[in-house]
């Protein structure tokens, strides 16, 4: 049974950083691609960032720049560093595993966390 167990969330004002981590179990890990999405309240669900298997990153143009995708295989865990947090980013954040092919990532996985609310504060 896979499961993935995000945290790091909570309110930081505009400016600040967060950290969030997705653990990841039941699943093999070493798939093509693994995802952060959010969701603002009202809105639809956004891809924030992607990264591959093989290590290629893609990032929504939103967050170029400020956010960092990455993962530990040895520790079965996915992060999203965000630096320079401004109060739009303000959302409930999604880690998502299962998706992808050898070409690349999109928008479409199989498995998704049950969240970690990220408020900024102006």
């Known amino acids: 049974q896979v499961q993935l167990v995000e945290s790091g969330g909570g309110s930081v004002q505009a400016g600040g950083s967060l950290r969030l981590s997705c653990a990841a179990s039941g699943y093999t890990y070493s798939s093509y691609c693994m995802g952060w999405f959010r969701q603002a309240p009202g809105k639809g669900r956004e891809g924030v960032a992607h990264?591959?298997?093989?290590?290629?990153?893609s990032y929504a143009d939103s967050v170029k720049g400020r956010f960092t995708i990455s993962k530990d295989n040895a520790k079965n865990t996915l992060y999203l560093q965000m630096n320079s947090l401004k109060p739009e980013d303000t959302a409930m954040y999604y880690c998502?595993?299962?998706?992808?092919?050898?070409?690349?990532?999109?928008?479409?996985?199989?498995?998704w966390g049950q969240g970690t609310q990220v408020t900024v504060s102006s």
């Open positions: 998502a595993a299962g998706g992808g092919t050898w070409f690349g990532c999109t928008s479409e996985y199989n498995y």
């Open positions: 990264i591959h298997n093989d290590g290629r990153t």
